[in-house]
T-cell receptor, first 114, second 114 residues
Framework: AQSVSQHNHHVILSEAASLELGCNYS??????LFWYVQYPGQHLQLLLK??????LVKGIKGFEAEFIKSKFSFNLRKPSVQWSDTAEYFC????????????FGKGTKLSVIP | NAGVTQTPKFQVLKTGQSMTLQCAQD?????MYWYRQDPGMGLRLIYY???????DKGEVPNGYNVSRLNKREFSLRLESAAPSQTSVYFC?????????????FGPGTRLTVT
């Protein structure tokens, strides 16, 4: 079965530090890749997505992610985090055209200290 | 547009009681989904509806039923609630499945079964 691994359960950073959250998936075929964010008490919102083209994807709020096919990875990055980035981040994968099922990682909780 | 709406926001049930969670979207999306979110588990797909008139099981369908009432509405029913069904339930919708189409999430229903 397809699986999605997020390496860190909880990351604590100071404001202005750089962020990289890891995500690896197990499916070898064509995939669509997503990062969602869930702010405390809120629903999931899309940060960015990749389905084809440039493997470096830019999203909202200064986030970006790089798809490395050979490593089955889609890591999320931000050069300088803010306190308002405190949230839980979820990587998700589906198998491309025709697939309805989105498989989520278990999430990484990010705490940014002012 | 309201996006994806869910009712109720909170619910407490006793073991064995039944209830229906309601979901509606106003984005004219074809596909709708029900997930549950548990701490440390990410989101897991319960059921989905690729289009009006169809429903399919996801990863964790046991103990649930769904109805795609029309294009806008997709309900989730617990016939006999169990403590293991204590969770936060999210409904989502999407336009084209799998082709880079993102899922839009509702605000969630927090369900406690005692």
């Amino acid at each position: 079965a397809q699986s999605v691994s997020q390496h860190n359960h909880h990351v604590i950073l100071s404001e202005a530090a750089s962020l990289e959250l890891g995500c690896n998936y197990s499916y070898g075929g064509t995939v669509n890749l997503f990062w969602y964010v869930q702010y405390p008490g809120q629903h999931l919102q899309l940060l960015l997505k990749y389905f084809s083209g440039d493997p470096l994807v830019k999203g909202i709020k200064g986030f970006e992610a790089e798809f490395i096919k050979s490593k089955f990875s889609f890591n999320l990055r931000k050069p300088s985090v803010q306190w308002s980035d405190t949230a839980e981040y979820f990587c998700a994968v589906n198998r491309g055209a025709g697939s309805y099922q989105l498989t989520f990682g278990k999430g990484t909780k990010l705490s940014v200290i002012p | 547009n309201a996006g994806v709406t869910q009712t109720p926001k909170f619910q407490v049930l006793k073991t064995g009681q039944s209830m229906t969670l309601q979901c509606a979207q106003d984005m004219n999306h074809n596909s709708m989904y029900w997930y549950r979110q548990d701490p440390g588990m990410g989101l897991r797909l319960i059921y989905y509806s690729a289009s009006e008139g169809t429903t399919d099981k996801g990863e964790v369908p046991n103990g649930y039923n769904v109805s795609r009432l029309n294009k806008r509405e997709f309900s989730l029913r617990l016939e006999s609630a169990a403590p293991s069904q204590t969770s936060v339930y999210f409904c989502a919708s999407s336009s084209l499945p799998g082709q880079g189409s993102e899922q839009y999430f509702g605000p969630g229903t927090r369900l406690t079964v005692t």
